[in-house]
T-cell receptor, first 109, second 115 residues
């Protein structure tokens, strides 16, 4: 079957760094996406990885290791507005996104 | 303003009733999708359409139907609603639907409660 695993909830302090991990098993691989979803709102696109390595975009970075079926999202200089759920999704061989259940990130002052 | 709109925002529905959730995009995207999101579960694909005139089944299509008469609109119909269809429904679109770099953009969602 197809499976995406990520922690249910994480807590971090304002100004700190947090790493959210995602492991996956899918039928084929056409890229890995990270989305942010604030409570009661729609998911919004954060990053895309298809090759191994780190993609940096401002305070957010995303890493991929295809051989390990592993990705992480790194958030630096945390702000209160970063409190949200972070969704990991893998595009399979049918170009369909398989989604993890999301990691709820709680930022404390 | 470019984007995706969904209607209604929320709805309470009696079991057995028919309901159509509306979705419209003005980004001229070829592909559109319907997902449901339930607590503790990832987004699950209900139906999709890679181009006007074609549709396909996702992971959880039973009890739902879709049509794609034109590029902009992708309505989702529940023929006879059941309580297990209580969920938040998101419509999304992407430029191609058959490309690995294809980013999906989401509408604001419809919160549906079936009693």
């Amino acid at each position: 079957g197809q499976n995406i695993d990520q922690p249910t909830e994480m807590t971090a302090t304002e100004g700190a760094i947090v790493q959210i991990n995602c492991t996956y098993q899918t039928s084929g691989f056409n890229g890995l996406f990270w989305y942010q979803q604030h409570a009661g709102e729609a998911p919004t696109f954060l990053s895309y990885n298809v090759l191994d390595g780190l993609e940096e975009k401002g305070r957010f970075s995303s890493f991929l290791s295809r051989s390990k079926g592993y990705s992480y999202l790194l958030l630096k200089e945390l702000q209160m507005k970063d409190s949200a759920s972070y969704l990991c999704a893998v595009m399979n061989s049918n170009y369909q996104l398989i989604w993890g259940a999301g990691t709820k990130l709680i930022i404390k002052p | 303003i470019a984007g995706i709109t969904q209607a209604p925002t929320s709805q309470i529905l009696a079991a057995g009733r028919r309901m159509t959730l509306r979705c419209t995009q003005d980004m001229r995207h070829n592909a559109m999708y319907w997902y449901r999101q339930d607590l503790g579960l990832g987004l699950r694909l209900i139906h999709y359409s890679n181009t006007a005139g074609t549709t396909g089944k996702g992971e959880v299509p039973d009890g739902y139907s879709v049509s794609r008469a034109n590029t902009d609109d992708f309505p989702l119909t529940l023929a006879s609603a059941v309580p297990s269809q209580t969920s938040v429904y998101f419509c999304a679109s992407s430029l191609y639907g058959t490309s690995g770099t294809d980013t999906q953009y989401f509408g604001p969602g419809t919160r549906l409660t079936v009693l």
